[in-house]
């Protein structure tokens, strides 16, 4: 069965950086993209972008390029975000989620990671 | 390019039907049939429940059902139980390997 685990809650100090990582189970983790998606305390979700588990490419979405990054490690079928120079706004639920075979819908999601950016 | 629009809230009693619209425009719900439906319970992941704008994945409900017209896309949840009230997302590809969410309803049962 596909599993998506995220890392744990993060607090973390304006300016400083953070990486949430995705671990993903269940399936070959090169044939399926990896989508990011944000979801600010009390509001909607927000498509961050994906990166292309074959080729490594990124796909950032407006808004989300310049301090965000995303990242594999294929030998251990790990996604990675990494956000830096951190600001209050940055405060959110980072979620990772699997495209589809189909490729135009998430079909499995990680629980979510609480990134708290605060002095 | 901009969230799709929902209205921030519905209601149904139980038993009957809700429908929750989404509107985006040519850029995006208008030109692809690539229009995905999220459920979200509070403190928890989403979860697909539509896709391509009418398929629904295996073991999801034939309560929940999808349409679109024009640059508005719907979903539909008939009989309506209580693990139905939710927070509900729709998505589009909108092109050049780009995707955007709608900025949610939340489902109230009565």
């Known amino acids: 069965q596909v599993h998506l685990v995220q890392s744990g809650s993060d607090l973390k100090k304006p300016g400083a950086s953070v990486k949430v990582s995705c671990k993903a189970s269940?399936?070959?983790?090169?044939?399926?993209?990896i989508n990011w998606v944000r979801q600010a305390p009390g509001q909607g979700l927000e498509w961050m972008g994906w990166i292309n588990t074959n080729t490594g490419n990124p796909t950032y979405a407006q808004g989300f390029t310049g301090r965000f990054v995303f990242s594999l490690d294929t030998s251990v079928t790990t996604a990675y975000l990494q956000i830096s120079s951190l600001e209050a706004g940055d405060t959110a639920v980072y979620y990772c989620?699997?495209?589809?075979?189909?490729?135009?819908?998430?079909?499995?999601w990680g629980q979510g990671t609480l990134v708290t950016v605060s002095s | 390019q901009s969230a799709l629009t929902q209205p921030p809230s519905a209601s149904g009693s139980r038993g009957q039907s809700v429908t929750i619209s989404c509107t985006g425009t040519?850029?995006?719900?208008?030109?692809?049939?690539?229009v995905s439906w999220y459920q979200q319970h509070p403190g928890k992941a989403p979860k697909l429940i539509i896709f391509?704008?009418?398929k629904r994945p295996s073991g999801v409900p034939n309560r929940f059902s999808g349409s679109k017209s024009g640059s508005t896309a719907s979903l539909t949840v008939s009989g309506l139980q209580a693990e139905d009230e939710a927070d509900f997302y729709c998505s589009s590809y909108a092109g050049n390997y780009n995707w955007v969410f709608g900025g949610g309803t939340r489902v109230t049962v009565l």
């Open positions: 989620a699997r495209a589809s075979d189909t490729w135009y819908e998430l079909d499995y």
């Open positions: 269940g399936y070959i983790f090169t044939s399926y993209s």
């Open positions: 040519s850029s995006d719900v208008g030109t692809y049939n690539y």
């Open positions: 391509e704008v009418s």
